[in-house]
């Protein structure tokens, strides 16, 4: 049976109101979910991310957004897809950088500030610690045919 959610009657703030509100549904929502026992809130947050994986997320950006904690998103998202935000978000990431190296002459530069990494060396780094290669010998082996 769905109880109607009980929101304390001494918030004057909207905001807060707002945000004890959605916090509140989303429980909800995590409890009786579609599927029995597996998380809407986990699902929605990961959709989240495939969608916005060029801006800057963080657990404190997604706490913030869908006002719950970072604790409580990072248990859900690991529960849901044994895998952290942070390793879900870079494995998109590497895997369009893999792709526009291979189909597009964009700059690394450019792909990486598209990918949402403000810096260049970072990406190269995170890039050669996910594929074994730097970008540029990256792209030159899938012009040639003989990247992964």
Not at 32 to 53: C, K, L, M, P, Q
Not at 116 to 141: C, I, Q, W
Request: glycine share 4%.
């Amino acid at each position: 049976e769905l109880s109607v959610p009980q929101l304390p009657l001494w918030i004057s703030d909207l905001d807060e109101w707002e945000k004890q509100f959605v916090q509140q549904w989303w429980r909800r929502i995590d409890e009786f979910g579609t599927a029995g026992n597996s998380s809407r809130a986990a699902e929605v947050i990961r959709d989240y991310i495939s969608r916005h994986y060029q801006e800057d997320i963080s657990l404190t950006s997604l706490s913030e957004r869908f006002h719950f904690s970072p604790q409580y998103i990072a248990k859900k998202f690991k529960e849901e897809y044994d895998t952290t935000v942070v390793t879900y978000l870079t494995e998109i990431r590497m895997e369009k950088a893999r792709s526009l190296l291979a189909h597009t002459a964009k700059p690394v530069l450019e792909i990486a500030e598209t990918l949402g990494y403000a810096d260049e060396n970072y990406f190269g780094k995170v890039f050669k610690k996910h594929t074994g290669l730097s970008p540029m010998k990256y792209r030159k082996k899938a012009q040639r045919g003989t990247a992964e």
